[in-house]
T-cell receptor
C-alpha cells in the first residue's frame, strides 16, 4: 500500500529553494512523516522528520499542514550536491512490524546550474 | 559519514560461490537491518535484528542467511545466488526506544551475480 504520493521528478535552479511536496491523506494520528534522500548508488541519508509541528534542522525544513494530509520538504539554498531521489515516508513509532520504514519511488530532484 | 560501514563496497560472485557481506555500526544502536535495492525498484526490507535477536524476516529465500553476533555487527551470508539477486544491499541501524527511531544507512554493497 502506497501511504505517500510524490511527483516523480522536479528541477530546481542552483541557489534557489527547493520545495518538495508529499501527500499522505491517510496518515493516522500516531504516524510520523520522515524524509530521506539517496544520492546515486549510495545509501539513503536521513534528512528530517516530524509529527505535527514544523521542523527545521541544518539540512532542511519540514512544513506539515494542519490537517497533516500533506507536507513539504524545503531545501533553502539548493546546491548541485542536493541532486538525489527524495523519499517521503509515513510510519508509526516503532521500527518493527507494521510500523517499519517503507520506501516508495520518491521524487528525483535535479539541481540545475 | 553516517557511522555505519559496509564491506566490501563491490562484489562479483558466481552462482556457486559463498560470500559474506559485513556491516558495522559505531553509533551504539541496538537494532540493525538488511535492505535490498534492485534496479528501478524501491528498497525492500529483508531482515531486522533487535538486541541481536531476529525480529523480522520478510520471506527472504534461504540462500540469504543473516547473522548478528553482537549489537555492532551484522553479516549477510550468501550462497548459491541467482543473477536476479544482483542488487545494492544496504545495512542500517537505529536505537529502538519505542518512539520514532531514525534509521541510519551504510553506503551499501553493490553485488553482481554472474
Amino acid at each position: 500500500d502506497a501511504k505517500t504520493t510524490q511527483p516523480p521528478s522536479m528541477d530546481c535552479a542552483e541557489g534557489r529553494a527547493a520545495n518538495l511536496p508529499c501527500n499522505h491523506s491517510t496518515i493516522s494520528g500516531n504516524e510520523y512523516v520522515y524524509w530521506y534522500r539517496q544520492i546515486h548508488s549510495q545509501g539513503p541519508q536521513y534528512i528530517i522528520h516530524g509529527l505535527k509541528n514544523n521542523e527545521t534542522n541544518e539540512m532542511a525544513s519540514l512544513i506539515i499542514t494542519e490537517d497533516r494530509k500533506s507536507s513539504t520538504l524545503i531545501l533553502p539554498h539548493a546546491t548541485l550536491r542536493d541532486t538525489a531521489v527524495y523519499y517521503c515516508i509515513v510510519r508509526g513509532a516503532s521500527n518493527f512490524g507494521n510500523e517499519k520504514l517503507t520506501f516508495g519511488t520518491g521524487t528525483r530532484l535535479t539541481i540545475i546550474p | 559519514e553516517t557511522g555505519v560501514t559496509q564491506t566490501p563496497r563491490h562484489l562479483v560472485m558466481g552462482m556457486t560461490n559463498k560470500k559474506s557481506l559485513k556491516c558495522e555500526q559505531h553509533l551504539g544502536h541496538n537494532a540493525m537491518y538488511w535492505y535490498k535495492q534492485s534496479a528501478k525498484k524501491p528498497l525492500e526490507l529483508m531482515f531486522v535484528y533487535s538486541l541481536e535477536e531476529r525480529v523480522e524476516n520478510n520471506s527472504v529465500p534461504s540462500r540469504f542467511s543473516p547473522e548478528c553476533p553482537n549489537s555492532s555487527h551484522l553479516f549477510l551470508h550468501l550462497h548459491t545466488l541467482q543473477p536476479e539477486d544482483s542488487a545494492l544491499y544496504l545495512c542500517a541501524s537505529s536505537q529502538d526506544s519505542g518512539s520514532a527511531d531514525t534509521q541510519y544507512f551504510g553506503p551499501g554493497t553493490r553485488l553482481t551475480v554472474l
